[in-house]
């Protein structure tokens, strides 16, 4: 079993940046493969960036490559999303999710936090 915990969102204005947290409980954090998501209202859950086990093997979304950055400490048992140059449209819930499959599909992901809202003001 493993739990997520997220943390980092909040309120800033568009072009402000958010540094998001994903801490996982358990001492098999580290194997898995760990991704970010998000949900604005209305629409459906949607992959944002995904990160294996040593960081070698990552991949984003078309919307945020180049803006966002994933990393992982697994020391630490956490994983994190760099969120510069914040726009509007990714206002969102973010969520984080690990899994043991490489994928973008959110119905693979075994374990999800609860989220934290992200809001981008114009």
């Known amino acids: 079993q493993v739990q997520l915990v997220e943390s980092g969102g909040g309120l800033v204005q568009a072009g402000g940046s958010l540094r998001l947290s994903c801490e996982g409980s358990?001492?098999?954090?580290?194997?898995?493969?760990v991704g970010w998501f998000r949900q604005a209202p209305g629409k459906e859950r949607e992959f944002v960036a995904r990160i294996d086990w040593s960081s070698r093997n990552i991949r984003y979304a078309e919307s945020v490559k180049g803006r966002f950055t994933i990393s992982r400490d697994n020391a630490k048992n956490t994983a994190y999303l760099q969120m510069p140059t914040l726009k509007p449209e990714d206002t969102a819930v973010y969520y984080c999710a690990a899994g043991s499959v490489v994928t973008t599909n959110p119905l693979a992901y075994d374990y999800w936090g609860q989220g934290t809202q992200v809001t981008v003001s114009s």
């Open positions: 358990g001492r098999t954090f580290s194997s898995y493969y």
